[in-house]
């Protein structure tokens, strides 16, 4: 490891879901504030080559980069609160690592010795991690190691991870560690022994953590931290509130900034000092804690409603569209099956835009169907998105077109008519782990639509996560019928974005906007979707009475 990049590695102990995603990017945002590069890195431990093939109520959202990798959602974080560049590289997982060792034992790489857990597949993970600070050359490189301190399949990864701070030392390695301090309701106290047994634990394998990020509802007394700090053998100042946010995420980064913890970095590598510069940070969190405008109220029509994560970086992305139009964003999660039991109108009548995000499989996409037909005859804004662009064009040709039978054939595979196809690069694929189209592609956008109008350009490159799309053989009756094709591949061949003629704003794209969509950059067409709500919403109110 001959560059000079600083490594900080970030662990999570007593509980999942405690947020090191969000840390590891907050710290990257205030690095960033503060003039330094930064790239991010997630060590997945789970045997999976990636979560591609997960359920999303297993895992949440699949996060694809630019590159077409199928990563954890975490790394979504990462691009939104940094301008690091995400790509494969960045995304490591057990699978991947036992599948790159078991091939290079197969090809002899390994000269007859007997292939172990230590050193074959630690240098394998160190491998990994020094691969992105040689390509990237940033100034810090953050590696959040996925799962729980305990957790058997992670000791490898901890394993390599101590053996980086061994080889480096202090002056290149920082470990940061994320606890949880309960609070016991029944005594009304907060407990600090989990946390020291999570530590414990770390310092077993030879990792003392530098930093500990204290997850709790309240900021910690002193009289708690220097407890910890004693039992932890970590500097009381080092011992950092992480308290749980009322508004936003993105008022993360101003929490740590408050609590001191980018001082405490810089600090451990005998860094100068000096204060990051969070003035456009503050306003993006201003923006949506204190809005102009709304709020409006979107609802997001989906499958996988009951897990937030499923569809986190949609919901994201109607906040940084909110935060463009200067307004707030109420967003009404209901599940597509729970149309199918009612009449639409008593669940969406109120709203001011519909969103139907994507999925996989027939569940649910009557109800998806419905919903589109709602919104298309009570004129209400509608963006459908992946699979919710394929339903909105078997609605238009079962309810418009006359074609009663049409459908997907991911669906239906005997329909009549096939209206939403499989893609023929994908007809001879048996393996489903990352064989669909993915990643970034180019769309060409046409004149005088609503999605030209939105980017303001000619093109655009979006991500993909797709094996259906339009059929061309119906191309020409939809367009007779006032269905726009306002997008194509640059061949003219896939449809990439549609439209309604007679329709204040009704968009479906093929692609994952919300993907591309950051607080600081909010995505085009997210943009013009919430300004359509507020427009609709707007129209809809009644008059003030004239004044006397």
Not at 38 to 63: C, F, R, W
Not at 248 to 276: A, C, K, W
């Amino acid at each position: 490891m001959e560059q000079n990049t600083k490594f900080i590695f970030i662990t999570g102990g007593v509980c999942s879901s405690l947020g090191k995603g969000i840390a590891c990017a907050s710290i990257g945002c205030l690095l960033e504030a503060r003039g330094y590069s930064v790239a991010l890195q997630k060590l997945d431990p789970y045997i999976n080559v990636d979560p591609g093939t997960m359920s999303p109520y297993q895992h949440g959202e699949v996060y694809v980069t630019e590159d077409g990798a199928e990563t954890d959602l975490d790394l979504g974080y990462y691009e939104r609160f940094t301008s690091s560049v995400i790509t494969r590289k960045n995304s490591i997982s057990t699978g991947q690592i036992y599948d790159a060792v078991i091939k290079k034992e197969r090809r002899g790489g390994y000269l007859g010795k007997t292939v172990q857990l230590v050193p074959h597949i630690t240098d394998e993970i160190k491998f990994r991690i020094n691969e992105v600070a040689e390509e990237t050359k940033p100034d810090f490189q953050i590696c959040e190691i996925g799962g729980t301190v305990g957790d058997i399949e992670g000791y490898p990864f901890l394993e390599a991870i101590r053996q980086i701070g061994w080889e480096l030392g202090p002056q290149r390695v920082l470990y940061i560690h994320l606890t949880l301090i309960p609070l016991i309701s029944a005594a009304g106290e907060y407990k600090t022994k989990p946390t020291q047994h999570s530590v414990n634990k770390l310092r077993e394998i030879g990792i003392q953590p530098g930093i500990l990020l204290c997850r709790t509802s309240i900021a910690l007394t002193r009289e708690m931290k220097e407890k910890i700090a004693l039992f932890c053998n970590i500097p009381a100042n080092a011992v950092v509130s992480a308290r749980d946010i009322k508004s936003t995420i993105y008022e993360i980064p101003l929490v740590y900034r408050e609590e001191g913890l980018d001082d405490l970095v810089v600090s451990h590598f005998g860094l100068n000092g000096g204060e990051p510069d969070m003035k456009e940070w503050k306003k993006i969190v201003s923006a949506i804690t204190s809005p102009r405008n709304g709020p409006v109220t979107i609802a997001v029509v989906g499958k996988y409603i009951k897990l937030q994560d499923a569809y986190r970086s949609i919901y994201d992305a109607l906040i940084h569209g909110g935060i463009s139009n200067k307004a707030s964003v109420e967003i009404r999660r209901i599940h597509a099956e729970e149309i199918e039991k009612k009449d639409p109108s008593e669940l969406l009548r109120d709203v001011d835009g519909i969103l139907v995000p994507w999925g996989f499989g027939k569940r649910g996409t009557l109800g998806k169907m419905m919903t589109i037909q709602y919104a298309r005859e009570k004129k209400i804004p509608f963006f459908g998105i992946c699979l919710g662009m394929q339903c909105s064009v078997v609605e238009f040709a079962r309810n418009v077109l006359g074609l009663s039978e049409a459908s997907s054939t991911e669906f239906e595979p005997d329909t009549p008519d096939p209206v939403i196809s499989l893609m023929d690069e994908q007809r001879k694929i048996v393996d489903k782990g990352g064989t669909m189209r993915l990643g970034a592609y180019p769309c060409v956008l046409l004149k005088g639509t609503k999605a030209r109008a939105a980017y303001g350009k000619d093109d655009a490159t979006e991500r993909h996560r797709h094996r259906w799309e339009f059929n061309n053989d119906y191309r020409e009756r939809f367009e007779k019928e006032g269905f726009i094709i306002g997008g194509v591949s640059p061949d003219g061949h896939l449809v990439e974005i549609v439209e309604l003629k007679d329709h204040p704003w009704f968009v479906g794209c093929q692609f994952h906007p919300e993907l591309k969509s950051r607080p600081r950059d909010p995505h085009p067409l997210f943009r013009a979707f919430i300004k359509a709500a507020l427009d609709y919403k707007e129209a809809k109110s009644p008059a003030p009475p004239p004044e006397a």
